[in-house]
């Protein structure tokens, strides 16, 4: 009797199997495979998998089980990003602690994910919450200091007043946090930071190595993230002064046109400025101050917006001209870009002409260019030009001119060749409780002092007593009996760094720690590193383009110049995956347009979901839900399934003496679908998984029957190229196919290349250029074999009719071209 296709039988079935063969184990010291490191972005357990999940993980699990099929020995981890302001911010909101909150959100998705059946090694698992994770965040954070890689400064930061903390640049999107999109402000804090602008030439030079591995608007986002730009630092003495103002350009060419200069209202420099200034000046600041500390850097950046500023009544010498400069503040320029002021250059730069239209400064032309003259338009124009009105600069074009200039500013020692970055160094500090401790004490006498590694990890305090409300300071500061230690030099009396850090340095290099996620004894294993690592395929969504890549990139060059690594970028190939949308819009509550993962699952099936978001479209485009049907999907997988349940031969039987037309069939499926998957057109894959099923279908009921040989070898290969989308079904398939599990480790037959030759083709036959015949012929035959059948056709007769022939030109197999008089 045949059986009916259940999928939640299915699912019962071989779950509890799988779970006992553990057949993604790839830490077995015997394995000789070659290896593959696939690695998907780990989740933040904010609840249970949602239907972002869904996607991501089916589409990285492709990846993994093809290569696995491939014969492959792939890693496929997976761990939870445990750490951050969700957890702590839910836990405030239910009075929880973040622990419980976090691991038992944990706990559900594993379930979640073991019910989705990933293709995930379960022997390797992190949480970055866990202390025998966070210890080795520590342990870098040292190693970082050592190097003059960690640092502490006092700045102007940016800073959530919802949140009630710091957030690095990267996390602030259009003026807002991106964690609660409240407005950002400016706060002056004493932070840590990461030294990233050390590495900022390689970060944007080895991009190029990326090429064609990695999306083209990726490289483009962090090559415009970095932004390297070239030129000359220039020293200004400030008249009645011992201070100089330093600024970067991409212009010195232009110096004879600076008629101002400008610093950030915002920057120390213009508080000392203003100091030396009248009465009415200083007044004037501290208003224009307080106005400015109201806008975010997107604000003051934008092109639209009115320039205004303060005259400081002190003044700046040229130090090619020896003119004196009015200095204004403004909040047009940014204080932690560059080095906060600017020299203005109204008559070559839009908003510096701005400015100076807005307050009334003279421009001077110093680039003689095809536009109008700018001290008349009031107009800037751009490009190379001629230099006039610039002494020894004159008459020289662009290049010349800059090439002078910096020579003149070098041997009068004012300024030098210089590079800038729009990259800004990395500020880990966060002034909340559910994070990494910073392992560094402060004591009166000794200063910053770093933990001793005998006291690693420095574990956080029960929050029990602690009032976790964002506050502006670290709820850890309350924590006396944690927060007051000796100092390690001194024994005297000291404190602990109450901040914590950003939860970007966990997943900076949690794909290492995969290697020995369990180890006390070191934060990953070299030799293991240098057997799998770097990630081979990396899949995770388009947000993390910027923030989390850069990191990873600059902590595996740190790592490499460390020498515990062999390479010196993390993911060798990249994949993003689009967003599942609902009628257009992404899935929130609030919209009451939310699909529900768990009901989707219970409804259609695992499988049915998995080859729907597979079969959706390319991986990089969104999916709106409601325009795919995995009713649709669920009922081809029954069909699917149903094709090995027909499958009457043994297993044992030779496949070689089947149906040559059926077999082709199924090594050109081989070759199409190997083609398609490697090159992430995975519904392109499941296109042609959907044709081999419509090809063994109609040989069963055709005539042909399950008995032939060919059948069983296309219903084989069927399952194994299914189990990267629907691994339950195809299981069950391989199990009615009289195998043993599993089907994930069976691999792809190889293509046979003789079977994929044809052997008959079509032949045309013409009549004075006119097409008048085509037949059916074996792809051997002979040149006078086919003059015979196309001059018997009775077509061409008809054709030819009462002429004669001029010529028959004959070209076997294809052609035969009669030409008449």
């Not at 989705?116 to 202390?131: G, I, N």
């Not at 680039?367 to 009031?378: A, D």
């Not at 044809?758 to 008048?772: E, H, M, N, S, Y």
Request: aromatic share 10%.
């Amino acid at each position: 009797m045949h059986e009916e296709y259940s999928f939640s039988a299915i699912q019962e079935r071989w779950l509890p199997v799988w779970d006992q063969l553990q057949p993604f184990d790839s830490s077995k010291p015997d394995d000789s495979r070659p290896r593959k490191y696939v690695l998907d972005m780990f989740p933040y357990p904010s609840g249970d998998l949602h239907m972002g999940h869904a996607e991501a993980y089916a589409l990285g699990d492709v990846i993994s089980r093809y290569w696995i099929q491939k014969g492959y020995n792939v890693l496929h981890p997976i761990g939870w990003d445990a750490f951050g302001l969700p957890a702590e911010n839910a836990a405030i909101k239910r009075g929880l602690d973040p622990r419980g909150w976090t691991y038992e959100n944990i706990a559900q998705q594993k379930a979640s994910m073991r019910r989705y059946a990933c293709s995930f090694d379960w022997t390797r698992v992190l949480q970055t919450c866990d202390p025998i994770y966070y210890r080795w965040n520590q342990w870098l954070f040292l190693e970082f200091y050592k190097r003059g890689l960690a640092y502490r400064k006092n700045s102007n930061v940016n800073w959530c007043p919802s949140c009630q903390t710091v957030l690095a640049n990267e996390q602030v999107v259009q003026g807002l946090c991106e964690r609660c999109d409240s407005q950002v402000t400016k706060k002056a804090l004493t932070q840590w930071y990461f030294k990233v602008t050390d590495y900022a030439d390689r970060l944007l030079d080895d991009l190029d190595k990326l090429e064609g591995n990695w999306p083209a608007k990726v490289l483009t986002m962090q090559r415009n993230w970095i932004n390297r730009s070239v030129g000359a630092n220039v020293r200004f003495a400030i008249a009645d002064s011992k201070r100089e103002i330093e600024v970067f350009t991409t212009r010195p060419d232009t110096l004879y046109g600076a008629t101002f200069m400008v610093v950030a209202a915002d920057s120390d420099l213009a508080s000392e400025l203003v100091v030396d200034s009248p009465a009415h000046v200083r007044m004037e600041f501290v208003s224009y101050l307080e106005k400015v500390k109201q806008s975010n850097d997107i604000e003051r950046l934008a092109t639209d917006r009115p320039k205004t500023g303060v005259k400081l009544e002190r003044y700046a010498i040229n130090p090619l001209n020896g003119e004196k400069l009015p200095i204004y503040a403004s909040d047009y320029v940014l204080a932690d870009y560059g080095t906060g002021a600017i020299m203005g250059v109204p008559a070559h730069d839009e908003r510096d002409m701005a400015f100076a239209n807005a307050l009334g400064i003279d421009v001077r032309m110093v680039l003689q260019t095809e536009n109008e003259n700018p001290e008349i338009s009031r107009v800037a124009t751009s490009g190379d030009g001629v230099l006039v009105n610039s002494g020894e600069l004159n008459g020289l074009n662009k290049e010349q001119a800059i090439a002078k200039a910096i020579e003149i500013l070098t041997e009068r020692g004012t300024g030098e060749a210089a590079k800038n970055f729009r990259l800004r160094d990395w500020l880990i500090s966060r002034q909340r409780y559910w994070g990494t401790p910073i392992p560094i004490i402060h004591c009166p006498s000794c200063g910053e002092v770093p933990v001793p590694q005998d006291q690693l990890p420095v574990e956080l305090p029960s929050s029990e007593g602690l009032d976790l409300s964002p506050k502006g300071t670290s709820p850890l500061g309350a924590a006396t009996e944690w927060v007051n230690v000796p100092c390690p030099k001194c024994a005297g009396p000291a404190r602990r760094d109450s901040d914590t850090m950003d939860t970007f340095v966990d997943s900076s290099w949690y794909f290492l720690r995969y290697l020995n996620p369990n180890s006390e004894e070191f934060a990953f294993d070299v030799e293991e590193a240098k057997k799998w690592a770097p990630v081979d395929q990396y899949v995770g969504g388009v947000t993390h383009a910027i923030l989390h890549l850069l990191y990873a990139r600059f902590f595996t060059k740190v790592l490499h110049d460390m020498g515990m690594v062999d390479f010196d970028e993390p993911f060798t190939k990249l994949l993003n995956q689009g967003m599942v949308l609902m009628n257009g819009s992404a899935m929130s509550k609030s919209r009451g347009n939310l699909v529900r993962l768990s009901e989707q699952l219970d409804e259609h099936g695992v499988d049915a979901i998995r080859l729907t978001m597979a079969f959706a479209g390319p991986p990089e485009d969104d999916i709106d839900w409601a325009d795919v049907s995995p009713a649709a999907s669920a009922k081809f997988l029954a069909r699917a399934w149903r094709i090995a349940q027909d499958v009457s031969s043994s297993k044992d039987v030779n496949v070689s003496t089947g149906d040559r037309t059926i077999r082709a069939a199924t090594h050109s499926f081989l070759k199409d679908f190997t083609e398609s998957i490697e090159a992430f057109k995975f519904n392109v894959g499941v296109a042609k998984v959907m044709e081999l099923t419509n090809v063994l279908r109609k040989a069963i009921d055709s005539g042909v029957g399950g008995a032939d040989p060919a059948v069983r070898e296309g219903a084989e290969e069927l399952a194994k190229a299914l189990s990267l989308f629907a691994p339950y079904t195809a299981e069950d398939m391989w199990r009615l196919l009289g195998h043993e599990p599993a089907v994930a480790l069976a691999g792809l037959r190889k293509v046979d290349e003789s079977l994929l030759v044809k052997d008959t083709i079509v032949a045309i036959a013409q009549v004075d250029g006119k097409l008048r015949d085509k037949f059916e012929v074996s792809v051997s035959i002979t040149e006078e074999e086919l003059r015979e059948l196309a001059l018997n056709s009775e077509l061409v007769k008809r054709a030819i009719g009462e002429k004669e022939l001029a010529a028959v030109i004959v070209r076997a197999p294809k052609l035969v071209n009669i030409a008449t008089k």
